[in-house]
Every structure is written in C-alpha cells, then in structure tokens.
C-alpha cells in the first residue's frame, strides 16, 4: 500500500503540476449565461497580448462565490480575482489597487460611482470595477395585454395601475398571474424606495421599518391575498434562498413581471417569437419611481502572491473596448461612465425585443434615486434583504401575521447588528 | 470473485487438512466445503487459477513485503496489541476528520461574534444555548427567540416518526415480496435498488420537475380531467412530499439490508411450518419476525440517524418551504452557520451539538432495547 | 408465448389467486413505475432544448415546432396547423408574427400571405432530440479532465476504504480487548455528525494540514465510513474461530490471518462495500466543493456545478450530465449486484 500511495502521489503531482509559479493569475467566475465563453475568449486574448502571465479561469457555481469563497478568504487562501455578489461585505479582503493601476485617474472617473460598493467604510482604495450594473425593471406581456385590448401602463404609471392593469389582463385572458416579483429583499427594495423607505438610521446603523416600507409591505401582501400577485415563488423556499418568477413570465402565464436587466438574454432564448414582451422600467410611488441597481464586480484579492500582474489583468479588462464588447455579448449593462455615456451599444443579439429592452434599462439608469444608489454600498443592506424575504415569505405561506412580521424583521436585524459588535 | 487463496508457509499439511474438513456456512461458496486443500495450494475450484495469479502477484508481493516489519511489530506488541494496528488506521481517520471538528464545533457553540475561525472569536459561556432555548411556550415556535430553530426541531420530529414508520413498513413488505419465488429476481432487486444510486440532488430535481405547478403530476391529473394543484405550495402537501421522495430515494437500501437476513433464516424452518400446515400469518410473526429482529434493529438504528439528519434532496427539492414548513434541523443549522446573510455561527454550533446529543440519546435507548430482546430471546 | 405467460403468471398456490400474489403483483408493477418512471422522464428531459424544458404543459417526449424550409425566404419557418376563415385547417408556414397576427403561407406554394390570429393557429410537433445538451458540455469545459479527477477520486478512495475498514472491523470483531465497545460507540457517534454541520471546523483542518486543493484532501476525510466497518465487522463475526486459531498455531502472523484467510473469506461484503463507496464517492458533491477550487482538479459533480449561476441555472446542461454521470454508477451496480444479496446475507445474523 505504501508504493501504491507513492506512485499515486506522483502522479497527482505531475498532474497538478500546474501549481502556483509566478505569472500565475487565478481568476474565480461564475456564469449566468454565456459570461463564461466570452470571458474564456478574453482571457485568450489577454494572454496573447501579455505572453509572460499565465491566466487561469476557474468556473464555478455562484454558491461557491456566496459560501465557500469567504471563507476561504477569512483562512487567507482563495484566488487572485474573483467575481463576486457581495462586495461591501467582503470588502476588506479587497486588494488597493490604487498603486499599482496604471492611471488611477482613468478608475476614478469611469467606475467611481460604484467605488463605494466594494471599499470599507471611509477608505479611499479601488478594488475593482463592475463587470455588469443591472437595475431592476419590470417586463409586461404585451401580447397579452393586446388581447385584453388594457393599453400598457405609461412610464409615470404607479405600482397600483400596474395591478389593477394586469389584473384586468389576467381576468379576461384566464392567465393564472396577473403579477409576479421575484423572491429576493434586493428586488422588492425598489418598490419599498419608491414609497418613501429609508433603511438607513442616522447613526448609518438600520433603522426600523418605517411607515413607507410598511405600507408597500401591507398591499404586497394584500395583493398576494387577492390573487393579484403571484404567492408560488415566494412561498417555495424558507430563508432567504432566491427564487425567480422568470419561467411563469416565459411560458406567456404572466402578465407583468418585476425582475431585472439580466433576465433579457433568458427572455430573448426562451421565449423566442412566441409573444411580444417589452420591459417597461420600475412603476412608480409616492417618492419616486425608482429601480434599484446591483450586478457582480471583479475585484483583486489582498491574498495574491502576485499583485503586479493582478493589476496588469485588471487594467486590461477595465479597458473601455473591452467593458463595451464584453457588455454587447453578454448582453449586460456596462458599468463604465465612458461607455454608458457614449451610448450605441451594439448588443449582440438576433431579437429585436431584446434589443429594444436593454435600450429602456440603460434609460431607466438614469432616473435611479440617490437612496438607490447608496444602498449598495451600505454594509448593512444584505442583512436587511435577508430579514425581509424571509419573514415576508412566511407571512405569504400564512405563518405570520403582517404585523409580526413586521417585528421579527426589525427583531432579526437588531440582533444581527448586536452580533456583529464592533 | 473470490480472491484467489496464497501459499500459506505453514508447516504440517495435516493441520490444514483437518482445517478443510470444517463444515462452513453455507454463505461462504454456496456449500463448496473448503477453499484450502492440504498442500496449502490452490483453490481447486477456480477455472482459470493462472489469470488470477497472475493479476494479484504484485500485491502479493507487496503484502510479503509489508509482512516481515509487522512480525516484529507483532513480537513487540503481542497479539491484543496488533488489534490497535489494525484499528488504529481507522480512528486516526475518524479522529482527525471527524471527531476534532466535533470537538472544535463544541467549543465553537460557546462562542460569539462573525469572525469564521475559533481564535478571533469571544467566549461567551453557554449563551447560545439560552438564547435557543428562550421560549415562552416550546410547542408554539412563534414564541421563541429563535422560532426557526423550534420549527426545525418539530418539523423533524414529525418527519422522523413518520418517515421512518413507513421506511420500514414498505421495505419490510418490498424484502418479503422480493423474497419470493419470483422470476428475474435481480431485475426487480435492481429496480427497487436504482434510486439509492442517485446523488440526492437528483433526486430532488427530478421530484421537483414533477410535482411542480408546471410539472409532470399535474399533467397526468389534468389528462384524467382533474384538476391540476399547486402542490409545492400547499404546506401539508409538500409535508407528505419530502416524506415520500424521502421514502423513493432510500427504500431500496434498507429492503436489501433486510432481504439479506430474510434470506439467512434456514429454509427447514419455512419447510417444517408448511408441513404442519401452519397459516402463512402465524409463520411471519412466529417464525420470519423473531429470527429478523436483530437485522431489523439494525436497519431501526440506521434509518433514525439518516431521518434526523435529513437535507439534500429536500432542500433541491422544497428548499425548506413554503413558509417554513419544510425547514429540517439540518438547513436549519446549515443556513445559519454559513449560508445566509444572516447568519450566526455560534448559535448553528450549539443548534448542531444539541441534534447531536438527542440522536446519541435516541440511538443508546434503541442499542438498549434491541439488547434486552436479544437476551429475552435466547433460549 | 405461453412460457412467457407462465412465467409472469407464477403464483404461489400453482392453482388459483391467493390475495398474496395479487399483492405482490401489484408492488411489483407499482414499484417498477415508480422507482423506473422519473429516471426515464429524466433522460428524455435531457434531451429537450431550454425553450422546451420551461413550457407547460410539459410533454414527456421532447418536442420542438416543425420546420420547413420554403422558398424564397432564408432561415427555415416554422410550422403550424391554421384554421381557415371557412373553418378547415391547413398546414402554414409562418413568416413574421406582428403582435396578434401572424402573416403565414403554405410551404408548397409561398405565394399567397394569408392573416391568422394568433389564437387560430397550434403549432406542428415533431421530435427532435436536442443532443447538443451532450454535446456542448465538453467543448465548454474540460469534461475529461473532471472525468479522470472523478475516477481517480473515486477508485483510489475505495481500495484505501476497503482496506481500511476491512482492518478495523477485523480488530472489532476477532479481537477481545478493553476498549471495544467504546470504539464501536465511537464509530456509530460519527455517523451522526452530518458534513454540513462540521463544514467550518473541517475546513480550517484541512487548511491545516495543507490538504486544501488537492485531490488527497478530498479522499483521505471520506475513507472511514461507519456503514463499512458495520456491515464487514458482522460478516467477520461469521468466521468461524477456529479457523483463525488454527492459523495462529501454525505460527502466521496476525498480518497474514488477516491478508490470506479473513479477507478472501469476507469478499462478498466486500463487494457490498465496494459498491456503496463507489456511489458515494462519485456523487460525493460538497466536500470536494469545500476542498477544491482549482479547476483543474474538479470532480464531475463539481464541475456540473458551474451551470448554476446566481440568476439562471442551465437546467437543460445539468439534466444532460447528471445523466451522464449516473451510467457509470449504474453500470458499477448491475456488474456487481449480485453479490450484494449474498454480500449482505452474512451481515444479517447477529
């Protein structure tokens, strides 16, 4: 057994042989769709034009992004890059890049509005930059809403003339959804800034739920009582596990659907020809009319044996050609000041209705409210999503009573700030 | 494809001789009375002795070479002590990867604050445990602190007694049926064996693609003209699920564990009851029941753990919803160490030592049922 | 035929129903369905593309719309039955749909564009198997790799379990000595300790001992199974002693005992061991996801893992696979289970 173990180890050696030499850049990536060959071609082309780095791009699931990645973090290991969700919380593994970029200049002035996302509190550091911004927005079903012969509700139009449009749609086409939200604290929080919620207490600790946030909670769940909005996907999961409304809307079930910008490469394949579907950006409430924004960044890691060559990677992919052809065959919305400007996106798609949709989310960016726009670069704003989908998602399946669940959230929230400490 | 025996250095053919003479049982080569001859040679029954030789040469070698070191470790050690090598490799395993983070996990549970590792932590004495246990009323969990944890706890209770009631009732019927003089029995051993094979994952989707709303179950209903039902949203529903995909998934381990001892009962005992005519319910409950009790304890014992600890294909398959009606302790202490946004180490720590010390409790009280039973049965 | 018959139809009164051959008649059939059904309404959704797959009402064979090539336009059009103003129906193409109506033609004479209401028309099936979900995983990612890293896993851990447990249920079951029960306590105590549960003190062990991202610190953790040292240590207990004091007279070392007479006696449980290592090893999926993150190193599980991103899983890839990494499982399985009643049998007494 013993030779058999050596040979064994040997082998494994040779085969891993690919162990860290300098040069080596890891890069951890998880896909939603096509991300992965596009990034694979890039990293092709990188290594073409900077022969002397060696780029390895590790696949994997985005649940070992959300749970195996900081912890490998907290132990010191984990890769050179990574492509990551939660950036305020892991901020202070982030690499400062800002020595070693080539122009910080160029960094500030083009992914400076999200550097504040991935930094800790008061720092000054760039960490990375945003591989895609996607703001939430809601879709309607426009065949649908033909047949009904229920004009589409206009751009000013409120959460309520939304639910009474879709649910006379729903009426008179017997379509079992007249609305749908995703499952998720992060996409009902763009309806709840609308009516006037303000998570941030002034201490920037979270404050309770105040009476904007309770009352598009109540007609949430009133409405889910009523048959108006969908109750399937919020019910079927506990805790905070996500979960999109997004095969309903494709099997032509749905008549308006809130998700977001990152849906339009799924519509587009799945949905085909069969119907017309156009997104309409975020109904409005008494405060505003607003989406909220989110997406994935690439960040450096501080753990890196290789800092040079991970801020040789970076710069290269923060380049504004590449930004703008990753984002045309992705078909994401750019992160970058100078792309977003310039505007002529090319998005690299046969539907037109795809087309069409992105153009009205890069639109809608630029009526996001200022609370919005801060909210993901608090650290507490994961915490608060969590303690919402999960109480509200019982209080659906009928475990809770609105007003409990209103206590427990605040309760749950408290208690995680009082964990925290410091 | 037994192993082919070796030259055993033994002195006095004879010995080994009288060896072969011992009658075996019958398990060991179907009624083939020996696989030693007196020269200490070959398996006379093997067809082709040359390509077995040939294949287990190296081994051989290498087993005579591990042999000289042990003879003497065996001189120095004595016999009892050779029992430690032969475990030792085993517990260093459990030890190390087992037993320590049970351990660390311990000392983990009486800890506060979010760092991940044990060293940046507090010590907080057993607060996570009060907390846990604050309730007003420990059978209503919307009055606890922690109302997930006590929706777990019951929530797994019920699965448990449920579960594994019907684990054993439907796989006690499979093993009888599958004892029978049925024909192409491996097939239809293999087909209730085939979930078993399948990663809970699988599992999971599989279920879940077909009693979704969109799902296969309700296309059936809808063509025999009844009405299709949501049935992953419907609480009790998705209950009485998770129980029977459970039940799909593991049935066909347990029937073989047990058609394995249904197939140790001697066949003369079966005989002599249908000779005296005896009704075919008295020779289960007088006859297969009492000699089947001790594999069925094992099977009780096996199913119990496996019950409590319940989470892969569930989770696929209802992610513990809706609500929280299918939320098990082990999601439960999952998603608050590591899973969600809000999480809690320590608190799913003291959550894991507790399900630990219930399942030893559970387990010793059964060890100890099944012993006294063995001791009434003897006769 | 009527051996066929015969020999569906065997019951055990020779003569007659008895309730007890209906029963298990009835089980038989239902477990067939049951336990078969799902895995092969699995391997035809595998077969479906994504569009098919989210569609409701759900068919069990995969389906897409017909096409047909007609002339004068370029991409093929698809199919469908249209109903007629004067009430028949007739198989069009269409061409372009324009919000509730759809400008179609016949195929064969592409002259005439009829108007049908979308509401009007159903569109023509055919079958079509979507192999590209089979295909495309390997030009994506490195499946052989995975593949390899999966079989290495998978063979390597369960010759060092074998042997392993095999020693261990020997001490346990032909060995007097104090601490006995407490080391068959300890075993069972380790089966109640689930993965998830130890998943954060087991990580910095394993970063500890330096077994992060290799291939041996997915092995080494899983080759103490409780399971085998149960089901070896009671068919060990079937041995007769005799035997074993024999060979002590005969001056073979307690290495020898256990090489030359204890295991060739065990092999059927070790079969049994066999196979269940096999399956679990090659569908082991959150350790080797806790331990690795080279991709290089990927077992197949892992790897498949990829198609499940934050906003959309892939389903019609991960049916593909999760099909393909159950033949081996599978073929394991049939080549050895018939040594599993026999394997089993010994671990049944006492």
Redesign the interface.
């Known amino acids: 057994?013993?030779?058999?173990s050596l040979v064994?180890?040997l082998a494994?050696a040779l085969?891993?042989s690919?162990a860290a030499h300098a040069g080596d850049v890891?890069i951890?990536w998880?896909?939603?769709?096509v991300e992965?060959?596009v990034m694979k071609d890039l990293v092709g082309r990188f290594m073409k034009e900077n022969p002397g780095i060696s780029v390895?791009?590790?696949?994997?699931?985005?649940?070992?992004?959300?749970?195996?990645l900081?912890?490998?973090l907290?132990?010191g290991?984990?890769?050179d890059i990574a492509r990551v969700?939660a950036i305020k919380?892991l901020s202070k593994h982030w690499l400062d890049l800002r020595p070693l970029v080539k122009d910080a200049k160029y960094w500030d002035d083009n992914f400076g509005s999200q550097a504040d996302w991935m930094r800790p509190d008061g720092s000054n550091q760039i960490s990375g930059f945003m591989t895609q911004i996607t703001l939430t927005g809601g879709y309607a079903n426009?065949?649908l809403f033909?047949?009904a012969g229920v004009p589409i509700p206009g751009p000013k139009a409120t959460w309520e003339d939304w639910a009474a449009a879709s649910k006379k749609v729903q009426e008179s086409q017997q379509v079992p959804f007249a609305m749908a939200i995703d499952r998720s604290g992060h996409r009902i929080t763009a309806p709840l800034l609308s009516y006037g919620a303000n998570y941030v207490g002034s201490d920037g600790k979270p404050a309770p739920l105040d009476k904007g946030a309770k009352d598009y909670l109540t007609k949430f769940v009133g409405w889910a009582d009523d048959g108006t909005v969908s109750?399937?996907v919020w019910?079927?999961?506990?805790?905070?596990?996500?979960?999109?409304a997004?095969?309903d809307f494709?099997?032509g079930?749905l008549a308006f659907y809130y998700s977001g910008s990152?849906?339009v490469a799924?519509l587009a394949?799945?949905?085909?020809?069969n119907f017309?579907w156009v997104a309409v950006g975020s109904p409005c409430g008494p405060a505003a009319c607003t989406g909220m924004p989110g997406g994935?960044a690439l960040v450096a890691v501080k753990y890196t044996k290789n800092q040079e060559d991970v801020a040789t990677v970076m710069d290269w992919f923060a380049q504004e050609k590449i930004v703008k052809e990753f984002s045309e065959r992705t078909l994401f919305l750019p992160g970058h000041k100078a792309v977003v400007d310039k505007g002529g996106l090319d998005f690299k798609s046969d539907n037109e209705q795809a087309k069409a949709a992105l153009n009205v989310f890069v639109e809608s960016t630029k009526t996001t409210s200022e609370a919005a726009l801060k909210l993901p670069g608090w650290r507490w704003s994961?915490?608060v999503?969590?303690?919402i989908v999960?109480r509200i998602?019982?209080t659906?399946?009928?475990?809770?009573k609105i007003d409990?669940a209103f206590t427990?959230i605040d309760a749950?929230i408290a208690?995680?700030v009082k964990?925290?400490?410091k | 494809m037994p192993l082919a025996p070796f030259d055993l250095p033994l002195k006095g053919g004879d010995r080994l001789g009288a060896l072969s003479r011992l009658h075996m049982p019958s398990h060991f080569g179907g009624g083939e009375t020996t696989k030693f001859d007196g020269n200490g040679g070959e398996d006379t029954t093997m067809t082709t002795p040359s390509l077995s030789a040939i294949l287990m040469a190296p081994i051989n070698a290498i087993m005579r070479i591990i042999d000289a070191p042990l003879r003497r470790l065996q001189k120095a050690t004595g016999i009892g002590g050779m029992a430690a090598f032969f475990l030792a490799p085993n517990m260093l395993i459990f030890g190390i990867f087992v037993l320590l983070p049970l351990v660390i996990n311990f000392v983990y549970s009486m800890t506060g604050g979010t760092a991940f590792f044990l060293s940046e932590r507090d010590f907080i004495g057993g607060a996570q445990y009060s907390r846990l246990f604050e309730c007003q009323n420990y059978l209503d969990p919307m009055s606890c602190q922690e109302d997930a944890f006590w929706t777990a706890v019951g929530n797994t209770f019920w699965f448990v007694v449920l579960q594994v009631s019907l684990m054993i009732l439907t796989a006690l019927i499979t093993a009888l049926i599958l004892n029978r003089e049925l024909a192409a029995r491996s097939f239809w051993r293999a087909v209730f064996f085939f979930p078993v094979l399948l990663s809970p994952v699988v599992v999971g989707l599989i279920w879940k693609w077909i009693l979704q709303r969109q799902g296969l179950l309700n296309f059936g209903l809808y063509q025999f003209g009844m009405d299709p039902y949501t049935w992953l949203t419907d609480r009790s529903w998705t209950f009485a699920a998770t129980i029977g995909v459970s039940l799909w998934a593991h049935m066909g381990f347990y029937a073989l564990i047990i058609l394995a001892g249904l197939q140790a009962i001697p066949k003369d005992l079966y005989e002599a009851a249908e000779m005296d005519g005896t009704k075919p319910a008295r020779v289960f409950w007088r006859i297969t029941l009492p000699l089947l009790a001790p594999n069925l304890l094992v099977v009780v014992v096996l199913a119990l753990i496996k019950s409590v600890q319940v989470f892969d294909e569930i989770y696929v398959l209802t992610g513990g919803g809706p609500g929280t009606s299918t939320l098990f302790l082990t999601q439960y202490i999952y998603e608050t160490g590591f899973a969600s946004a809000l999480r809690n180490p320590g608190l799913a720590a003291a959550a894991s030592i507790l399900m630990g010390g219930v399942l030893v409790v559970l387990t010793l009280i059964q060890l100890g049922i099944g012993k006294r039973g063995e001791n009434k049965g003897k006769r | 035929m009527g051996k066929v018959a015969r020999f569906i139809l065997r019951r055990k009164g020779g003569k007659g129903w008895h309730w007890t051959d209906v029963f298990t008649w009835v089980w038989l059939v239902g477990g067939l369905i049951i336990m078969f059904g799902p895995a092969v309404w699995l391997v035809f959704s595998s077969l479906k593309t994504p569009a098919a797959l989210a569609e409701f009402p759900p068919s069990i064979l995969p389906y897409v719309t017909s096409q047909a090539t007609v002339e004068g336009y370029d991409k093929p059009l698809m199919l469908y039955d249209a109903k007629m103003p004067d009430g028949s129906t007739r198989v069009l193409a269409e061409v372009r749909r324009i919000g509730l109506v759809a400008q179609m033609v016949d195929p064969k004479a592409p002259g005439e564009i009829f108007k049908v209401n979308i509401n009007d028309r159903a569109p023509v099936r055919t079958m079509s198997f979507a192999t590209e979900n089979y295909t495309e995983p390997f030009v994506h990612f490195d499946f052989l790799r995975y593949l390899w890293n999966s079989v290495f896993v998978t063979v390597v851990a369960t010759v060092i379990t074998l042997v392993v447990n095999s020693m261990a249920a020997f001490a346990l079951s032909k060995y007097e000595f104090k601490g006995r029960s407490l080391a068959m306590l300890v075993i069972l105590a380790t089966l109640m300790v689930p993965l998830s549960v130890i998943m954060v003190p087991l990580y910095s062990i394993i970063s500890t001992l330096g077994l992060f991202n290799s291939l041996w610190g997915v092995i080494l953790p899983t080759v103490a199974t409780p399971t085998g040292v149960f089901i070896l240590r009671q068919y060990m207990l079937t041995i007769p002693d005799e035997l074993i004091d024999a060979a002590r007279m005969d001056k073979a070392s307690e290495w020898q005992i256990y090489w030359r007479i204890v295991l060739p006696l065990t092999a059927p449980a070790l079969a049994v061991l066999a196979i269940f290592s096999v399956v679990w090893r090659w569908n082991d999926f959150l350790w080797p996801l806790i331990v690795l993150s080279r991709r290089e190193l990927y077992t197949l599980q892992v790897g498949l893992s990829i198609y499940s991103g934050e906003l959309n899983v892939q389903w019609h890839f991960i049916l593909a696979m999760t099909v393909v990494t159950m033949i081996p499982v599978v073929l394991v399985f049939i080549f050895l289970q018939r040594f599993i009643t026999t394997g089993i049998a010994g671990t049944g007494l006492k």
């Not at chain 1, 394949?269 to 020809?273: A, F, H």
């Open positions: 057994m013993k030779t058999r064994a180890g494994l085969l891993t690919t890891r951890m998880y896909s939603d769709g992965g060959e390895i791009l590790d696949n994997v699931a985005y649940s070992v992004i959300k749970e195996q900081p912890v490998q907290e132990a290991n984990g890769p969700t919380e426009k065949t033909d047949q109750k399937d019910v079927s999961a506990a805790g905070s596990t996500y979960r999109a997004a095969d494709i099997n079930q990152w849906q799924n394949t799945k949905i085909g020809n017309d994935a994961d915490t999503y969590a303690a999960t998602g019982q659906l399946a009928g475990e809770l409990d427990r749950d208690q995680k964990d925290a400490g």
